[in-house]
């Protein structure tokens, strides 16, 4: 069974707030742990607690709710759903991977839909997560079978197409590597290069010796660590040889112990 989702409710009005409270704290799935009354609040929340799940209102005073989303590290970026007044932003919402985007008033079985589709994101997620290659992959050598499913990353350099043009990127030179919206960010020798891939589809192009899921959204090249730093609950922060902190997630902390126990 998984575990509820871990949830920040975040509105510049506070009659919006309690309404979305009252209705989410129903919902078995979530777990309320913050309400914010705007952006600056909503970042720092965010950073701290590390929420799975979002309702972030866009219309706010300062930030509004896509310079939220777009101002929220990759390694923290929660799922969002997008609460709003108006529709003009929802092209832009979609661009950012949103869950969802619910226009006010809010009925309670939209809200329950958008609730089982960032549950449905998530559990997929986990799911990926639990398959036996992905932790044991750092300290263990490959199977012939596993290797035999590794082709694609036999080669030594990585395809991104940039318009009509193609890039090749040496794998080895890759720090790290997140997700922006339906986009990669392949970070390299200084360089940052953006790609339209799934991180289901990058994954099966990296060698799983070299290259791991310390978040639900950031690869890492394990060579390119330099430090390791404990945090709160379970979670560790990354340095790269870079300069690049990245933090590992507690689903993903395994990953971390495994390289450091074969290290």
């Not at 660590?225 to 395994?254: A, M, N, Q």
Request: hydrophobic residues 40%.
């Amino acid at each position: 069974m998984h575990r509820r989702l871990k949830t920040i409710i975040v509105d510049d009005e506070s009659l919006a707030r309690k309404l979305l409270l009252v209705t989410l704290a129903k919902m078995p799935e979530l777990e309320i742990i913050a309400e914010c009354q705007n952006g600056k609040e909503a970042l720092a929340k965010a950073t701290e607690l590390t929420p799975d799940l979002m309702f972030l209102d866009i219309q706010m005073p300062g930030l509004n709710g896509i310079e939220v989303a777009t101002s929220l590290q990759a390694d923290i970026m929660p799922m969002i759903v997008f609460t709003t007044a108006y529709d003009k932003y929802a092209i832009e919402a979609f661009k950012l991977y949103a869950v969802d985007y619910l226009l006010k008033p809010i009925e309670e079985d939209m809200l329950q839909q958008s609730v089982e589709r960032a549950m449905q994101r998530f559990t997929s997620e986990e799911d990926a997560l639990r398959k036996p290659n992905i932790t044991s992959a750092v300290h263990h050598l490959l199977t012939p079978q596993d290797q035999s499913k590794l082709s694609v990353a036999s080669f030594s350099k990585l395809a991104i197409k940039d318009g009509k043009e193609i890039d090749m990127v040496d794998f080895e030179q890759i720090e790290w590597i997140d997700a922006a919206g339906d986009l990669m960010c392949v970070h390299s020798d200084g360089k940052t290069y953006l790609m339209r891939e799934t991180m289901k589809n990058l994954m099966e192009q990296l060698n799983p010796k070299v290259f791991q899921r310390i978040h639900r959204s950031t690869i890492v090249n394990l060579s390119k660590i330099e430090k390791i730093v404990p945090h709160i609950k379970g979670e560790y922060f990354v340095f790269l040889t870079c300069g690049e902190k990245l933090k590992v997630s507690r689903s993903y902390k395994d990953i971390i112990k495994h390289w450091l126990a074969s290290s």
